[in-house]
């Protein structure tokens, strides 16, 4: 098994700009924020899993979640982190992976809210996410034009794939989020 400074240290290798870092870093500590809840047992494979998620990205956008599979792959990363990992991609990537199993479905569901609620925070006096609550985040959401990079349209099908209200995955991930700064 993969533990989270391997995961960070093959990030690492892919990523330099410190934006897709914080991002990796922020949907790791989202996911073992859902581990705790829900699958205690595995809450370092859930945060693995999260760190890699967007392995990818910076060098190859046009290639998300297939050369990842490559990448990951290459660095003998177990085969099931690599579907995890790159699932959240599913019907947006040529990924092959679709979330299948809870965990997979959080990333996916939480993977465009987390850049949401990170952009809503930056627009705040406390440039934070510890005095923000569901109803800023929601004002941010129907905003089109904010954050106009993070598809509502995914979120909201992350929602309907857990069988969760908007609201909901919204307030659940934005507490994740809050736990993550407070743990910075």
Not at 47 to 62: A, Q, S, T
Not at 131 to 146: G, H, I, Q, Y
Request: aromatic letters at 8%; glycine letters at 8%.
């Amino acid at each position: 098994m993969l533990n989270i400074q391997q995961a960070e240290a093959i990030l690492k290798k892919y990523n330099a700009e410190p934006f897709h870092i914080k991002h990796a870093e922020t949907v790791s500590g989202v996911m073992g924020f859902f581990a705790k809840k829900h699958d205690p047992e595995r809450e370092e494979y859930w945060r693995v899993v999260g760190m890699l998620h967007d392995v990818d990205f910076e060098k190859y956008p046009g290639e998300h979640c297939v050369k990842g599979v490559e990448i990951l792959q290459g660095e003998g990363v177990p085969e099931d982190v690599i579907k995890s990992a790159m699932s959240h991609g599913w019907g947006l990537t040529g990924t092959p992976y679709e979330p299948q199993v809870f965990m997979e479905k959080i990333l996916f569901a939480t993977d465009e809210l987390t850049g949401l609620i990170w952009a809503a925070a930056l627009m705040r006096p406390s440039k934070s996410t510890l005095d923000m609550e569901l109803s800023s985040v929601k004002k941010k959401f129907k905003d089109k034009k904010f954050a106009a990079g993070c598809s509502r349209d995914v979120i909201r099908q992350g929602a309907e794939m857990l069988g969760w209200e908007l609201d909901e995955l919204i307030n659940e991930t934005l507490l994740a989020m809050r736990e993550v700064e407070q743990n910075a």
